[in-house]
């Protein structure tokens, strides 16, 4: 695809806006020592807003977990297909954007494959082929990398004689081919794309009716619930405005291999299924809808995904970047419809120890590199005419939430205090120096308290309890896992966070990013 030429001005405001992340970051974690002196309440200020945002944050953590996690016990327990099957297809809303029955209805499953072993790509198979749903509507796409294409096809050909016998299940296969100009290596952005666009126009030469399609894309490592695809068609027929919607599970519990890796992957994992359930599960909250952005696994309708001219293979970055692109086709009415049946994925691993913490920091720095979409995002904002300026406020609040707040409170709730002192000897002497770190030690104190039914909520979403621990080493866990949230932020949750930020602030790009991969 041509790219269409930049202006020197849309340059200059593409630079100006890479550098507001990490200056904002920055600005924040050198706070105690640039205002420590001169203007020591500043630090103070900032220092109490994150004690009491921590705060807050967990105990409204708390109760949006427990909401989601009895939304997602009614929702496993539910036969969807049969609700689906019972749907009066008449009497749905918005009849003109939908199949004419039940029987024309399709699913179009993109999964991206890299190098990933036969193991790997028989779990995921199989968890398709046992779903509660009519696997003949499912048409699966699998975008594979030319470096390993022989290997991988002869696998998924064996995958399929052995767990769909009769072929009910439509493959395609495409090979993504390496060194194409322009395209960043090592991501599954530029793969899903060119699987997709090749799988669609071959669709469309079969003379097929796109309307038809739900799409969904999950990486190859992905095991879906019995009731996903039930659950997911019911949520798509019975959504009024569906074709500017995106339908997101609420439940990502990382449980394939989460007893094999070390302790801090397994939290930094545990926390994105804690947050994300939370988040989804706020009550009554206008940020709910607006606030969420395309994550892991995701559902549009076939022709949402082609007007948003599917994904951008020189940015790479998938998963934001698609929502940003959706965002920008509809002209800001595109926002997502929750559901709690689960997906089951792998913690980043690596061949031993070591490696696996190697592993777990290059994830993390791949999607550290998730905010080159907030130049891309405040550029497109007055082109947004469908959504109101509240929404926008939302997009941009999560963004700064998520690499700004999020990426600095560990670290200035365990060293702005005595950085603030070190700077600053006569702030021992002010008479909010002994209030303030008291005041905060209280809450922070209090917090522990609310990690307690979050960790046991957790563990039930798991399908794999540990095999070989005893009633102690369970209780002795938790301690333990709350400790090492606290390392989580201050190592995997904050270094390469602030690595992205910091290079993108000085105008450096990724050439690759790095593939996590997956063992059995």
């Not at 970051?25 to 002196?37: A, D, H, N």
């Not at 294409?149 to 390496?178: E, F, G, S, W």
């Not at 879906?224 to 919607?245: D, G, M, P, S, V």
Request: with cysteine; glycine share 4%; charged share 20%.
């Amino acid at each position: 695809m041509q790219q269409a030429k930049v202006s020197k001005k849309d340059k200059i405001i593409q630079r100006a806006l890479e550098i507001v992340p990490g200056a904002l970051t920055w600005l924040v974690l050198l706070s105690p020592i640039t205002f420590g002196y001169f203007a020591p309440k500043v630090v103070i200020f900032l220092l109490s807003f994150f004690t009491f945002y921590w705060f807050y944050t967990v105990f409204m953590g708390l109760i949006h977990v427990f909401i989601g996690y009895n939304r997602y016990k009614k929702e496993i327990s539910v036969d969807w297909f049969a609700k689906v099957k019972d749907l009066d297809f008449k009497k749905l809303k918005n009849r003109s954007t939908l199949p004419k029955s039940f029987d024309d209805l399709k699913h179009f499953v993109l999964v991206p494959i890299y190098s990933e072993p036969f193991e790997v790509l028989e779990e995921n198979f199989k968890s398709i082929v046992n779903c509660n749903f009519d696997i003949s509507k499912i048409t699966l796409v699998y975008g594979i990398e030319e470096l390993y294409a022989d290997r991988v096809k002869a696998d998924l050909k064996k995958i399929q004689k052995l767990h769909d016998k009769n072929n009910q299940i439509k493959i395609m296969t495409y090979i993504h081919p390496q060194g194409i100009p322009g395209e960043i290596m090592g991501v599954a952005g530029p793969n899903r794309d060119w699987a997709a666009r090749h799988a669609v126009k071959e669709l469309k030469s079969a003379g097929k009716d796109l309307n038809n399609y739900i799409f969904t894309t999950f990486d190859s490592d992905t095991q879906i619930h019995k009731e996903f695809f039930a659950r997911l068609t019911y949520a798509y027929l019975t959504t009024e405005n569906r074709k500017n919607k995106f339908y997101e599970t609420c439940i990502h519990v990382f449980d394939n291999n989460t007893w094999r890796v070390p302790i801090l992957n397994r939290v930094s994992s545990d926390s994105i299924t804690i947050a994300l359930m939370a988040s989804w599960s706020v009550p009554g909250s206008p940020f709910n809808a607006q606030e969420m952005n395309t994550f892991s696994c995701y559902s549009v309708a076939l022709k949402t995904l082609i007007k948003a001219d599917f994904w951008d293979p020189a940015i790479g970055i998938d998963d934001s970047i698609f929502f940003v692109r959706a965002l920008k086709a509809l002209q800001g009415d595109f926002e997502g419809v929750p559901y709690y049946i689960p997906i089951y994925l792998d913690v980043a691993e690596g061949k031993d120890y070591i490696d696996s913490h190697k592993s777990l920091y290059k994830q993390q720095l791949r999607w550290g590199w998730g905010i080159v979409d907030f130049p891309i995002l405040i550029k497109m904002y007055p082109n947004l005419k469908k959504a109101d300026v509240f929404s926008k406020i939302a997009h941009l609040w999560v963004k700064l939430e998520l690499f700004v707040i999020l990426r600095t409170i560990g670290f200035m709730l365990a060293f702005g205090l005595l950085f603030l002192s070190l700077v600053n000897p006569e702030f021992g002497q002010m008479n909010y120096a002994y209030s303030i770190p008291k005041i905060n030690s209280i809450l922070l104190g209090i917090t522990f308290g609310g990690f307690i039914p979050i960790f046991f909520i957790k563990q039930k979403l798991k399908r794999k309890p540990h095999p070989t621990w005893g009633l102690w080493q369970k209780i002795l866990y938790f301690p333990l896992e709350y400790v090492m949230l606290y390392v989580s932020l201050l190592t995997f949750g904050f270094f390469p966070w602030i690595e992205a930020q910091t290079k993108m602030m000085f105008g450096k790009r990724y050439k690759s990013l790095y593939v996590t991969p997956k063992f059995r």
